[in-house]
């Protein structure tokens, strides 16, 4: 008897975000040749680390549907209401601002439909941008919109102050992915591989887990919670630039390893990584890591305890109530929101605000800015804040660090709870 179509159909993942399929801008063959050659002479404009990683992501697709740098009009639709103003995205929701800037100088030199040749810091060449427009923006607004400050103390904010003077905006071909598929050769992933093997599981709902941390108990304790209701999770680990103090992404992928490998149920967890660096745009943030993780093949994103913030600069669930604030349709992938987790000593275990009738007198708070603050300073660490096996990873990292040579890590906002 012949099984029906619908039996031996694969389940469907989300569709990407405003597309029905990915729109990966990165040349490959002959297309990649030419343009190579065309690059070396053009006039150079420099990506600063931010753009530089915004650009792969465009290449990758995983900033589908974007076919380039914003346009002021496009800029100021998405600093003030979240959405794009213009073109076929008209109306488009996306909570922050994919823009590529120059100096003046070097606007100056340019006219619509000029090609310019876009440069990593190392001189690689990592794209083409065709010219829309230039234009100037109001930084501090920016600021205020996106991260809620304009306090130059904000590691996001000093990146949009840093900018040079003149936005360009325009469409862009991609000519490489940098040096993540290299040093990252077992998680650097992108969103068609991550797609084909969610599709390969049979998976149809997945939720991410973002980190730029290695992975402590609440964050094992989160995974796990998103186990038991999707049908696997993405350990999703940012491997672009951070702050002083955070860990750099090859101890964070050895110490996430170590814990999938010993903690969790095998096939239940996938480990990639990213090539964006960290806005900490909290509330914001939270929102683009939703829309770029549908890209990926997300139904889901975990948003638990001050989601992508820094310092006291968001409230501790600030980043789970602005998705309270979307259209029904701005975003498919969904957060799982997931109260103050820790470790209860009354209740042996991990727990959370929702489930433990004990005391706070009992409770363990873990976050990874604590770890890091333990750990750098050479103090112990108890087995209820970090499994023993990552612990081992990390400590061989602090190893290789003079005291002197460490990063301060303050604990402030949620993190000093």
């Not at 915004?54 to 995983?62: A, E, K, R, Y």
């Not at 796990?224 to 992404?249: F, N, Q, R, T, Y």
Request: charged fraction near 20%.
């Amino acid at each position: 008897m012949t099984q029906s179509i619908a039996a031996v159909a694969k389940p469907k993942l989300v569709p990407p975000h405003g597309s029905a399929e990915l729109k990966p801008l990165l040349l490959t063959g002959d297309a990649h040749t030419q343009a190579l050659t065309l690059a070396s002479t053009l006039p150079q404009i420099t990506l600063s680390s931010r753009e530089r990683g915004d650009l792969i992501m465009l290449g990758i697709g995983g900033f589908t549907p974007l076919d380039g740098f914003m346009n002021q009009a496009d800029w100021q639709g998405v600093v003030d209401n979240m959405h794009l103003q213009t073109g076929a995205n008209a109306g488009l929701f996306w909570p922050i601002p994919i823009t590529l800037s120059a100096p003046q100088a070097t606007a100056d030199h340019l006219n619509q439909g000029d090609k310019v040749a876009l440069v990593a810091e190392n001189g690689e060449v990592m794209g083409i941008l065709t010219v829309e427009e230039t234009y100037t923006i109001d930084k501090a607004h920016e600021c205020q919109q996106v991260f809620t400050t304009i306090d130059s103390e904000h590691p996001g904010v000093q990146q949009v102050l840093n900018q040079d003077q003149v936005n360009i905006a325009g469409r862009v071909e991609v000519l490489s992915e940098g040096e993540f598929p290299t040093l990252y050769p077992e998680t650097y992933k992108t969103p068609e591989q991550t797609r084909q093997i969610f599709a390969d599981k049979g998976w149809k709902t997945v939720a991410a887990f973002q980190t730029r941390n290695p992975m402590h108990r609440s964050h094992e304790y989160l995974a796990k919670i998103a186990i038991e209701i999707c049908d696997g999770v993405l350990v999703h680990s940012l491997l672009g630039a951070l702050k002083p103090g955070d860990i750099p992404a090859d101890v964070r992928q050895e110490a996430i390893k170590t814990l999938i490998d010993n903690y969790f149920k095998q096939d239940t967890v996938i480990q990639a990584g990213y090539p964006l660096d960290m806005r900490y745009a909290g509330p914001r943030e939270a929102l683009l890591h939703a829309l770029f993780r549908q890209n990926y093949g997300c139904s889901h994103l975990i948003v638990g305890r001050d989601h992508a913030g820094v310092g006291d600069y968001y409230g501790a669930f600030d980043a789970q109530t602005i998705f309270e604030t979307l259209e029904k349709d701005d975003l498919i992938t969904q957060p799982l929101k997931i109260d103050w987790t820790f470790w209860c000593n009354a209740c042996s275990a991990m727990a959370s605000s929702k489930t433990c009738p004990h005391d706070a007198s009992q409770h363990v708070k873990v976050s990874g800015t604590k770890l890091r603050k333990a750990l750098s300073e050479d103090e112990d660490v108890p087995d209820n804040f970090s499994r023993p096996e990552v612990l081992d990873v990390l400590r061989r990292y602090y190893a290789n660090i003079a005291k002197e040579e460490r990063a301060e890590v303050k604990l402030t906002g949620a993190s000093a709870v």
